[in-house]
């Protein structure tokens, strides 16, 4: 269990949660404080109780619903409104009665803001800090004081700056969050800056650290380095405008290369598996190039690449992707050499015997393919059956003597697609014609029709993705077309790539390899 020397806190329900796209029920945020929890962040900061009904319903179901394990939970909010005690405003009263141990509250560090936003004078920002911090302290609640601007302030007037960092602390503020609010700075001033407050004020220090200049993980880990002991982060980076520091990439950088103990053991190999969960539960497709928990940050395509890889993937890799849960991945395209189709058929379990000539072979007709328009990136079944096709054992269940499809429009709107399919199973000639809502519809009823009877796996066969790609564009009509399509059978999914000079050409090509992989698969044993 890390200790409470150095706090990793998650404010992906807050601050995660004000990206643009993001809209989460009070059952989501429920769901993902657990993910957090059981990953075993320090922190998870729920949101704003009392600025709208959801934060509130959050806070009064996460006291009843949640039993945190690891993480304990922080309810976010300003400090009192300039004026009035902090015992008689309302959203002080919110804070302090959300039942949150813990509340983090943002308070103004930059004298413009100070002047301009809250309209106040400097002194009057202290006194609102200090009372705020002693009130929720005095009602036994833990707090923090996010600085919001607090670099930006810094910069203009260090002075009053600082001496928000003192009033915070002085006052009881177990934390005083330096942030970068609008993202700006750089890693070299933030370590500066978060070096020059410790020292003036003894205090002990955290980070948040927006994106907006692709710096919020170099950010953090600069404030780590200058003795920030307490970072805040979001999972997968989401954050108002273009995000905040990564929590995945910030733990893992903690934990792989600067040897803490951030999260307890066993958890850092949850990185992929939580980082993916909180997408699906945000709705956002997770991000291919992430780094560390991305499905192509340990995908290898360039050939050089892979034949030191195929000595040591250390040589390639700055580290073992199942240190956080994720998989290397080879890639085969027109970037490819021998070492890379010798190792991706090894990932498929097609086992060349490092035969240096049929690998040769595999590259060259590869490469050409891909001149055509083929792309075996995404279409690792298809890549399989090229590899079984070169080794002289091609996957065979069915042959195509012809087919053929015919649409159909009426005038008053309606009409029909009709295809035939005559095929060869098994030495029997086999001649089926269906219907469809259009050619690929029609082609795929044909083909089952035809061989479902000597395949009967075939019916369990459902297409999931139906991916088109127009090349060489310049040529209008005349263009080359791609097609990825992807089945599934409940076990699993497989893709394959067709390419032909129209569209229902190069999806019977991807058709019939989907069906012809499918029941190769469903050969081989459960998982
Ligand atoms: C940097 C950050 O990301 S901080 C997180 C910000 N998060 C959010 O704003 C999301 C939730 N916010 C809300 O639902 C609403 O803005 C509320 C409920 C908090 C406030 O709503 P309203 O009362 O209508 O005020 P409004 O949003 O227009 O303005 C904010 C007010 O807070 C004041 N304020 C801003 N920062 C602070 C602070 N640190 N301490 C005290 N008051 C503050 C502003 O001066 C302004 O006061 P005014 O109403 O007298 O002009
Ligand atoms: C507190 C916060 O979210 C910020 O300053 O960016």
């Known amino acids: 269990m890390p200790d409470d020397g150095f706090h990793v806190f998650?404010?992906?329900?807050?601050?995660?949660?004000?990206?643009?796209?993001?809209?989460?029920?009070?059952?989501?945020?429920?769901?993902?404080?657990?993910?957090?929890?059981?990953?075993?962040?320090?922190?998870?900061?729920?949101?704003?109780?009392?600025?709208?009904?959801?934060?509130?319903?959050?806070?009064?179901?996460?006291?009843?619903?949640?039993?945190?394990?690891?993480?304990?939970?922080?309810?976010?909010?300003?400090?009192?409104?300039?004026?009035?005690?902090?015992?008689?405003?309302?959203?002080?009263?919110?804070?302090?009665?959300?039942?949150?141990?813990?509340?983090?509250?943002?308070?103004?560090?930059?004298?413009?803001?100070?002047?301009?936003?809250?309209?106040?004078?400097?002194?009057?920002?202290?006194?609102?800090?200090?009372?705020?911090?002693?009130?929720?302290?005095?009602?036994?609640?833990?707090?923090?004081?996010?600085?919001?601007?607090?670099?930006?302030?810094?910069?203009?007037?260090?002075?009053?700056?600082?001496?928000?960092?003192?009033?915070?602390?002085?006052?009881?503020?177990?934390?005083?969050?330096?942030?970068d609010t609008n993202g700006g700075m750089l890693p070299e001033r933030i370590g500066r800056i978060v070096a020059e407050v410790r020292a003036a004020t003894g205090a002990r220090v955290g980070i948040h650290a927006q994106d907006d200049s692709g710096c919020a993980v170099a950010n953090t880990l600069a404030a780590v380095d200058a003795g920030a002991t307490h970072v805040q982060c979001t999972a997968n980076g989401y954050g108002e405008r273009v995000g905040n520091a990564d929590l995945f990439s910030v733990v893992a950088a903690l934990a792989l290369k600067h040897g803490r103990d951030v999260l307890p053991a066993g958890c850092l190999a949850e990185t992929t598996r939580v980082s993916q969960a909180i997408a699906e539960l945000v709705n956002i497709a997770p991000a291919t190039h992430q780094p560390y928990v991305g499905v192509s940050a340990f995908a290898h395509k360039a050939g050089l690449h892979a034949s030191a890889i195929k000595v040591d993937p250390d040589l390639y890799q700055h580290i073992d992707p199942a240190l956080v849960g994720n998989d290397m991945r080879m890639l085969v395209s027109d970037m490819a050499g021998r070492a890379s189709v010798e190792l991706k058929a090894k990932e498929l379990g097609v086992d060349l015997g490092g035969d240096r000539e049929l690998l040769g072979r595999v590259v060259d007709r590869v490469k050409r393919m891909e001149q055509d328009g083929y792309s075996f990136e995404a279409a690792d079944a298809s890549l399989e059956l090229l590899l079984r096709a070169e080794?002289?054992?091609?996957?065979?269940?069915?042959?195509?003597?012809?087919?053929?499809?015919?649409?159909?429009?009426?005038?008053?709107?309606?009409?029909?697609?009709?295809?035939?399919?005559?095929?060869?199973?098994?030495?029997?000639?086999?001649?089926?014609?269906?219907?469809?809502?259009?050619?690929?519809?029609?082609?795929?009823?044909?083909?089952?029709?035809?061989?479902?009877?000597?395949?009967?796996?075939?019916?369990?066969?459902?297409?999931?993705?139906?991916?088109?790609?127009?090349?060489?564009?310049?040529?209008?009509?005349?263009?080359?077309?791609?097609?990825?399509?992807?089945?599934?059978?409940?076990?699993?999914?497989?893709?394959?790539?067709?390419?032909?000079?129209?569209?229902?050409?190069?999806?019977?090509?991807?058709?019939?390899?989907?069906?012809?992989?499918?029941?190769l698969r469903g050969e081989r044993p459960e998982g």
């Open 10 to 179: 998650d404010t992906t329900l807050r601050d995660g949660a004000q990206r643009e796209g993001i809209t989460l029920t009070v059952a989501d945020k429920i769901a993902i404080a657990r993910l957090l929890d059981a990953y075993g962040v320090g922190f998870i900061e729920g949101g704003w109780p009392g600025a709208n009904p959801k934060d509130t319903e959050f806070f009064e179901r996460a006291s009843r619903e949640l039993a945190l394990k690891h993480a304990r939970l922080t309810a976010f909010g300003a400090t009192r409104r300039p004026g009035v005690r902090a015992a008689d405003d309302p959203q002080v009263a919110a804070l302090r009665d959300s039942g949150a141990p813990v509340v983090t509250l943002v308070a103004k560090s930059d004298g413009r803001h100070v002047e301009r936003a809250l309209r106040t004078t400097g002194e009057e920002n202290l006194a609102m800090i200090a009372d705020t911090v002693a009130h929720l302290r005095a009602h036994g609640q833990r707090v923090f004081v996010d600085c919001e601007h607090f670099f930006d302030g810094h910069l203009y007037d260090p002075g009053y700056a600082t001496a928000v960092v003192r009033t915070a602390a002085e006052a009881g503020a177990d934390v005083v969050v330096l942030c």
């Open 391 to 519: 080794l002289g054992r091609p996957a065979r269940y069915f042959t195509a003597e012809s087919w053929r499809v015919i649409t159909e429009r009426r005038a008053d709107g309606g009409g029909i697609t009709e295809a035939t399919v005559k095929l060869d199973v098994g030495g029997d000639r086999v001649i089926a014609t269906a219907e469809g809502n259009g050619p690929v519809n029609a082609l795929d009823r044909a083909l089952r029709a035809a061989a479902e009877g000597a395949h009967p796996a075939l019916s369990g066969f459902e297409l999931t993705d139906y991916k088109v790609r127009i090349l060489e564009g310049a040529s209008g009509t005349d263009a080359i077309t791609r097609i990825l399509i992807t089945f599934g059978d409940g076990r699993g999914e497989w893709t394959t790539v067709g390419v032909g000079e129209n569209v229902i050409d190069a999806s019977w090509i991807a058709l019939e390899q989907a069906f012809t992989y499918g029941l």
